[in-house]
């Protein structure tokens, strides 16, 4: 059985993360790469179907179940594990590499369960590691941020648990399959529970405020991981829930116009995620071969990109010291090619044609236009001229040509961080150029052509519209050091109540309850030293004054005895 395990592409990270603080540190970097490597190649080479089953109490557990969906997520999600490994490799922090990998093993494990128990798990798995790369920047933000990230996703997994163990108990399958569009209890839940993890809102607060606090190499994973491994999952359970084609578009809205207010650039990107997902979420309401694809598409994309921004957004931090738009700006020059390769990410997510962005929106516009929505059509067009306003435009303007707004030093940036954004910035473009390179690993068969005039002359006017509204009132854009009210409010504002009668008051009660107790036990304990210099520590006797500590050891024995024969007496009577 043991043996059987290593053939989950899943178990070979985490046996990796078990593995690396055992590997001399001079090696571990590599190792760190090796391992997401070994399994690209497993998922890659692995044949379709239900390749391993173990048995548990009274169910059989499908530990790695293989189709067309789950292979290309896998692919992604180890493909970046190996270049997130060339970013970090100058890193020598045993706790991230090894969370990383623990983090990756569970977005894996997740995507290949075939049932919902061992979905779960993987689900958890992915919660404690992450969380990890958020602690390990050692900051006082950072650690109430990976605790308020912690609980949001225990919360989330109690939800999903929650919906499970519901759908089991009305005669659910344990088996992993598309769930019908009904609002019974256990959907709910478990839509909801998926939802937290995709950053829905109002469920997405933990997104915007965990990803900038995160390390920098941490941050790369994160944003690749944690909500796509939701989008595989309610691409897998809720293709067709008309509720989402709105839900997406909320989220493509809400996030561009916090990206929009947003002055930190690793907040900017978190918020520009959740606008991201927005577009796949509507895709999977859709729920038509050509949506599901796009939804997949832009899943894989996304991952690409991304990462490649929050790289490059990273540099930026390692190079100056802040991440404030309000504090950079000015130093272009000092790294041309990071510029090139973020506007290369940049310009990519904002949909430009010749890049991987733009094959995946315009299929997702294309599954919309065949189920006649005009209306989410005309919504996710501007929520795309918002994308190139705020990580197009905006960020890169602020960060590095404007005026340089506060006195900074720019140090070099490592080798290997700079072959990780190349690498990034070459899929984008692979992508772009050749897309049946990734139509050949989507779920479904397609010959979509996003290569049209009607698709080119769309694009270059939306992105011609915002360069021109973006130049006009680039100086009336907001950059100053200011906080957006989020939803985040609600449980940061009665933190204070919630911490008063749930933690001090009962903290002080046992507190109390200890000195009683001890109080207590030190009564007993002189009681049972001396049971007569306590109950009776002294009388007259002959007209003189005998006191109990004066007795002799056998005299004190007779009256303990004497004594303990009244107390058994009285008892007996009483009871």
Not at 14 to 29: K, M, T, Y
Not at 64 to 79: H, P, T
Request: hydrophobic fraction near 55%; aromatic fraction near 14%.
């Amino acid at each position: 059985m043991m043996l059987e395990l290593l053939s989950v592409p899943a178990v070979i990270l985490i046996l990796g993360a078990f593995v690396l603080p055992l590997i001399p540190e001079r090696f571990r970097s590599i190792a760190f790469i090796t391992f997401p490597l070994v399994a690209l190649v497993m998922v890659w080479t692995m044949p379709e179907g239900n390749l391993l089953q173990v048995p548990f109490a009274s169910y059989e557990l499908d530990l790695l179940a293989v189709d067309g969906l789950s292979r290309i997520f896998g692919i992604i999600f180890a493909l970046i594990t190996v270049i997130g490994g060339v970013y970090a490799f100058h890193i020598k922090d045993l706790g991230q590499q090894s969370s990383a990998l623990a983090y990756a093993g569970g977005a894996l494990g997740v995507t290949f369960a075939g049932d919902f128990f061992t979905l779960f798990i993987f689900w958890e798995i992915m919660a404690a590691a992450s969380s990890y790369l958020i602690w390990a920047r050692e900051t006082k933000e950072s650690a109430k941020a990976g605790m308020r990230y912690l609980l949001v996703h225990i919360f989330g997994g109690g939800l999903l648990f929650t919906g499970i163990l519901l759908h089991l108990s009305s005669g659910g399958s344990l088996y992993i399959e598309s769930i019908e569009p009904a609002y019974t209890a256990a959907n709910i839940f478990m839509l909801l529970g998926v939802a937290l993890n995709t950053a829905v809102p109002p469920l997405h607060a933990w997104l915007a405020d965990a990803y900038p606090k995160a390390t920098i190499t941490g941050a790369v994973f994160m944003c690749a991981l944690t909500t796509k491994s939701a989008v595989y999952v309610m691409i897998r359970l809720f293709p067709g829930w008309e509720i989402l084609i709105w839900v997406g578009v909320i989220m493509a809205i809400y996030g561009t116009i916090y990206a929009l207010l947003a002055n930190d650039i690793r907040e900017i990107l978190a918020y520009s995620i959740i606008s991201q997902i927005g577009y796949m979420v509507t895709a999977i309401g859709i729920g038509t071969e050509l949506a599901l694809n796009g939804a997949t598409a832009h899943a894989f994309n996304h991952i690409i990109y991304k990462s490649l921004l929050f790289m490059a957004a990273g540099a930026v931090i390692h190079a100056t010291g802040t991440s404030k738009l309000s504090e950079m700006g000015g130093f272009a020059k000092k790294m041309p090619l990071i510029v090139g390769l973020y506007m290369i990410g940049a310009l990519s997510i904002s949909g430009m044609p010749f890049l991987n962005g733009f094959v995946s929106k315009t299929m997702i516009s294309g599954a919309l236009g065949d189920a006649h929505l005009e209306w989410p059509i005309l919504l996710l067009l501007i929520a795309t001229i918002g994308t190139f306003l705020h990580t197009g435009l905006k960020l890169p303007y602020f960060t590095w040509f404007a005026e340089k707004k506060t006195d900074f030093e720019v140090s070099s940036i490592p080798t290997n961080m700079k072959v990780a954004m190349g690498l990034g910035a070459l899929f984008c473009i692979l992508f772009g150029v050749a897309p049946q390179l990734l139509y050949s690993q989507l779920p479904y068969p397609t010959d979509f052509q996003p290569f049209s005039i009607y698709n080119f002359v769309e694009m270059t006017q939306i992105l011609v519209l915002a360069f021109v509204g973006f130049w006009f009132l680039k100086n009336h854009l907001n950059i100053s050091s200011t906080i957006s009210l989020d939803t985040d409010w609600f449980y940061r504002r009665p933190a204070g109540v919630v911490r008063t009668v749930f933690v001090e008051f009962p903290n002080n009660l046992f507190g109390l309850a200890e000195t009683f107790s001890l109080q207590i036990a030190d009564r007993l304990s002189g009681l049972s030293e001396n049971p007569i210099k306590v109950l009776l520590p002294s009388f007259v006797f002959s007209g003189r004054e005998i006191k109990s500590d004066g007795f002799t050891a056998s005299m004190s024995a007779a009256l303990a005895f004497i004594l303990f024969g009244f107390i058994v007496a009285a008892l007996f009577v009483l009871l």
